[in-house]
């Protein structure tokens, strides 16, 4: 591992504090801009006197909610995804894979068609589906060890299967889908401070483990063989990871519905800018990912206002070519 | 060195971007030249002793046998309709609702969405009755190549009604029959609306299935056609989406247009739903401070009436939203509430 001294770590450090400062800015717009304009002073009036009436409603209760939701949704999707890629040392590699998103779907579909009375219990059921979508993947992947190929392999089964529920849920309460489909693009409206309480400690938890396990993957990423003779316990490690990405995916999702894009790209959009190190595209990707749900979910507002665009619409729109512009830049970093 | 992008890229990405932009312009062109007609445009164009030419939703002029002796109805409110306008079937989809007593024993083709065309043709009908959307449009070849006449209508709210209730009458050649409904209908409806005191009218919000999603119904839908005949005002009213009757709104412009009254459609159980949903609304302080949550004034629509197509039943669901809008003209809601829940779980329908 190079020192933290050298002038490449510099480097990286610089674009982390741009990517800190891209994460702010995104914030702040988010913040500023929406349904309700007002000019900066008195948005910041409006934010912290209650007596202001019903800006101080909107923006306190509506728009900082919402953007603190999108911000730690873009954290954990990204940072799942970032894990998810090191530990299966596969690019496509992404919560799609491992079961979280058909778990959470079909278990979204199933409250959202079969229980539309017990709506309320869609975020901790589709949790659940996640995790439990996910569990399944592990055991069945599970031989003697577990080996990323076999793991990804077991992921696209189960999602192809669980994906055949949801796809046939689907066709047969047609006159029901409406409900299911903002849930299945993926979306921020309506977000609440409820939301945020429920996805901070995931957060959390995904920061944290990002800022420390960066040299960890750092070895995992060398092969199982060499990790091992560096006395890792290559295993432990991997399921330590898949766990916390599982986490992190599954209430990221159970929150936001289906929003594929961001776990499988950021990550990629992130190498491309900061390089292969962890300890450096962990935290990248915690605020590339932030920073890009929080500016697309603004834009998601304010497009088409007072119609909301999902989120994931306009994530995949953007996000995608952008992508590829940086990937045919091809950054002298690789 | 670094290589530069693809050259065509950027004038791809451009002319995606045009696209887009094209695109999201023509789907929300100015549509709030959608009056509600008095007497709707008739969907007839002209008839002979034996066949009736109509406008189709799209535009085009077809022509129909009249008297069809084996029809099949692939949904269940036309085919509610087409009983009351002195037809008879063959085959009709699956569902509960809407299905007149007639009708119930009938061989059932699968959902409407995905119905089964093999055991459609084995009827031998000789006419189709569906609705204008993509799956019954994709049968159209089939069922030209197999020599099946077909109407395909558009069926969203109270005007649709009266255009297909002379429609088919037409058809049936009950057309004496399908005047007297739409007049008794109508005289119904206009006598609430001649009820209405002039001044200050309701703004409304008509949100669907729950609130976490915002979505919206719009002036064109069923209930949104219903509010604004009856004189109230839908916040959403005038924005966007030409052949949308929903739409994803924003919870902030919401707010800043602090509805008078919202009401909800949903796809649950209305009484399982209510009070919890009532209670989240009071409990998070963005819904909690719209004035119509502040004076009670929420109200979940009962579905057989708002949800599904209540035909015949219009009347009653003009009378229950007349309720909700001016309960001091019309008397209070909960009285009405429960004679008309008890007399949906009488007819079934």
Known sequence: MPPLSNRRTRHRLTILSGLAMLCAAAFALSVSLGALRLPLPALWTAMFDPSVGVHHQILWSIRLPRTLVAGMVGICLSLSGCLLQAVMRNPLAAPNLIGVSSGAGLAGVVILILFPNAYYLLTPVAFAGALGATLLVYLLAWQHGLRPIRLILAGVAVSSFLGAWITGLMIFYPDRVHSVLGFMVGGLAARGWIHVHILWPYAAIGLTGALLSGRRLNLLMLGDDTARSLGMAVERSRLLFIVLAALLAAAAVSVAGLLGFVGLMVPHITRLIIGEDHRFLLPGCALMGAALLMACDTLARVALDPVEVPVGIIMALLGAPFFLYLLRMNMPQR | ?349
Not at chain 2, 212 to 217: G, K, M, P, R
């Open chain 2, 1 to 349: 060195m670094p290589r530069r992008p693809l050259p065509w890229l950027t004038p791809v990405f451009a002319a995606a971007f045009a696209a887009t932009v094209c695109l999201v312009c023509d789907v929300t062109a100015d549509t709030r030249n959608n009056e509600i007609h008095p007497n709707p445009p008739s969907l007839i164009v002209a008839q002979t002793t034996d066949t009736v030419t109509y406008r189709t939703p799209d535009g085009r002029r077809l022509q129909l046998s009249k008297h069809p002796r084996r029809t099949v109805v692939l949904l269940t409110s036309l085919l509610d309709l087409w009983y009351q306008a002195g037809g008879t079937a063959v085959g009709r989809c699956a569902g509960d609702l809407n299905v007149p007593f007639e009708a119930r024993e009938l061989p059932i083709l699968g959902t409407f969405a995905n119905p089964n065309i093999e055991k459609m043709i084995q009827l031998e009908p000789d006419l189709v009755i569906a609705t204008d959307v993509g799956a019954f449009r994709a049968m159209v070849p089939l069922l030209e190549a197999n020599g099946i006449a077909y109407l395909l209508v558009r069926y969203v709210n109270y005007t649709d009604y009266l255009a297909l209730v002379e429609l088919f009458s037409t058809i049936n050649g009950n057309t004496t029959q399908g005047r007297r409904i739409v007049a008794g209908v109508s005289a119904q409806i206009d006598d609430f609306i001649a009820q209405i005191p002039p001044l200050p009218q309701p703004r409304v919000l008509i949100v669907f299935t729950s609130p976490n999603l915002i979505s919206c119904e719009l002036a064109e839908s069923q209930t949104g056609e219903m509010v604004r005949m009856l004189g109230g005002v839908n916040i959403i009213d005038g924005s966007f989406f030409k052949s949308n009757s929903r739409v994803n709104f924003s919870l902030e412009r919401i707010a800043l247009l602090d509805p008078d009254i919202i009401l909800i459609n949903t796809m649950g159980d209305v009484d399982a739903c209510k009070e919890r949903l009532l209670h989240e609304l009071a409990a998070n302080s963005a819904w909690a401070a719209l004035r119509a949550v502040r004076r009670g004034r929420v109200h979940y629509l009962p579905k057989s009436l708002f949800l599904y197509k209540p035909s015949a039943h219009y009347p009653r669901a003009f009378r229950y939203l007349a309720t909700i809008l001016y309960p001091e003209v019309f008397g209070s809601l909960p009285a009405i509430n429960s004679s008309l829940e008890a007399a949906d779980n009488a007819t079934a329908f």
